[in-house]
């Protein structure tokens, strides 16, 4: 039988007999506290992170369209995509550190009415520094979604199979986000592309509404002053470097790109510096002594540089040389995104008998095996014919079975591999490394399949990557670094 719901709220202690005078699941929750119910705080984070990642993956079918409409250039139109992964990755980690310290529940209300705010937002932006700004901010208000829904989780779950389940429905959610966010936009796009943004808006603050009467606050605070000095240095490392890569399809040689490159490695310095001595860290640099911490953190880096940098673009690879449209690209899309939902979410039967450092490992494998074949099929601009459709539809799915793998072991082992009272951080550094590997990839497939190598130069990169992301966790074995 399942024990009864517990109020934040403790129940007064009998003097007589040390009991309570009612039992507790004859006593209700005080209104508007809510109480915890690990179901619902899983339906709810789960719910709020697929419309995250909806609103994260709905411009890559509709590129052309929100290029057209705004006017914007080819060199600037990475930045369309790259708005939202450079508000998370610029926020995740202070996201993390802040909803340890004052509430996951406080940050995630936050992000959830933050995101619907400024998905509006960005449905009327006429201009694309303003839809750019927008999307940078729809990033930000994702980031305390992300970092506080696996703190939520690991406070409502107890350690073991139930929070390894939860976590792994949870990745499923990651996936589905990205499969539905296309799909929606190329629907809506036959009308509007700006409906998109208003749907998601507005689905954003009816999960609030249930949010609020849902979650339980739960924190485990440090003491100290918030990190903002740590926060704005990454913050301006993070964009000089987008910057470069940005700027580097123009010419890799111009000084602009070599000081943008210069001015992300000092801020960087400055972010560890400050580290090293803030009182309240936005992260704990001796984790990087823990291979468990190190393989979580690759596995989210090489996530966004590997699959995400490539699918993110390949919706326009798609529509520009097999003359596919909008809606049709989606439902192509959603071949990849789907088996990934799909495996997510049946991932957790591979418990106890595969650790997550080998789903991360088959995952990367599966992704560069799937690649490969794609080689030659987009390279120019031609009709799809039957020995295209056999090849890319095959490589979709198996691409998707390695993103499966992968969005179910990274959350698993983000919390793994920092102390439960931490487990905010963990998430927000596990997925800060995946979408600045996200911002990164994006930028450099766009600008290598731009250049002369073209679409087949992009798809090497990936396996490329892949390979050694492969390779780099299979080295990191569970066990600790030695401290020096």
């Known amino acids: 039988m399942a024990q009864p719901a517990r109020t934040l709220r403790q129940q007064p202690v009998h003097a007589a007999g040390g009991t309570p005078p009612h039992h507790p699941a004859r006593t209700p929750a005080p209104r508007g506290v809510p109480t915890r119910r690990p179901g619902a705080t899983l339906a709810v984070t789960a719910l709020a992170t697929a419309v995250a990642l909806m609103n994260y993956t709905s411009p890559l079918t509709t590129v052309p369209a929100v290029s057209a409409a705004l006017a914007t250039p080819a060199s600037a139109q990475a930045w369309l995509i790259n708005g939202t992964p450079l508000g998370l990755a610029v926020f995740l980690l202070v996201a993390g550190s802040l909803a340890d310290d004052y509430g996951r529940r406080r940050l995630f209300l936050i992000g959830t009415l933050a995101l619907g705010v400024t998905t509006a937002a960005g449905a009327l932006a006429t201009t694309t ?16 979604i992300l970092a506080t829904s696996l703190g939520l989780l690991v406070g409502a779950f107890p350690a073991g199979a139930a929070r390894i389940r939860a976590t792994g429905i949870w990745g499923a959610f990651v996936s589905g986000g990205i499969a539905l966010g296309p799909l929606l936009a190329g629907s809506l796009g036959t009308i509007d592309w700006r409906l998109t943004y208003a749907v998601l808006g507005l689905a954003s603050l009816v999960t609030t509404a249930f949010a609020f009467r849902t979650l339980s606050e739960s924190r485990a605070p440090r003491g100290g002053r918030p990190d903002l000095v740590g926060a704005a240095a990454l913050g301006l490392a993070m964009t000089a470097l987008l910057s470069a890569l940005t700027l580097g399809r123009d010419g890799w040689l111009r000084v602009p790109v070599a000081l943008l490159l210069l001015a992300a490695l000092a801020l960087t310095a400055v972010f560890t510096a400050v580290e090293r001595r803030a009182a309240a860290p936005l992260i704990e640099l001796s984790l990087l002594r823990s291979r468990p911490f190190l393989t979580s953190s ?12 490539l699918f993110s673009y390949l919706p326009t690879l798609l529509q520009g040389t097999l003359g596919l449209s909008a809606m049709g690209t989606a439902w192509l899309f959603l071949l990849w995104s789907g088996s990934s939902f799909v495996v997510a979410l049946q991932a957790r039967r591979l418990t106890g008998r595969v650790s997550a450092r080998h789903q991360l490992a088959a995952g990367f494998a599966l992704h560069a095996v799937a690649v490969v074949t794609l080689l030659g099929v987009l390279d120019s601009p031609h009709a799809p014919t039957a020995g295209v459709w056999l090849r890319l539809i095959p490589a979709l799915l198996v691409s998707g079975v390695g993103s499966g ?6 959350p698993r082992v983000a919390v793994e591999s920092v102390p439960p009272e931490r487990a905010a951080m ?10 600045i590997g996200s911002s990164a990839g994006v930028a450099v497939t766009i600008a290598v399949a731009t250049s002369g190598g073209g679409a087949d130069a992009a798809l090497l990169l990936s396996v490329g990557l892949a390979l050694a992301a492969t390779v780099g966790v299979m080295l990191l074995r569970d066990r600790p670094l030695p401290l020096r």
């Open 129 to 144: 520094l303003a839809f750019t700004l927008a999307r940078v901010a729809q990033g930000a208000a994702s980031a305390a």
């Open 426 to 435: 963990g998430s927000g550094a596990n997925n800060t490394a995946r979408y």
């Open 298 to 309: 690759a596995g989210g880096l090489f996530t966004g540089l590997a699959v995400i940098g």
């Open 405 to 410: 793998l992968l969005n179910a072991a990274l």
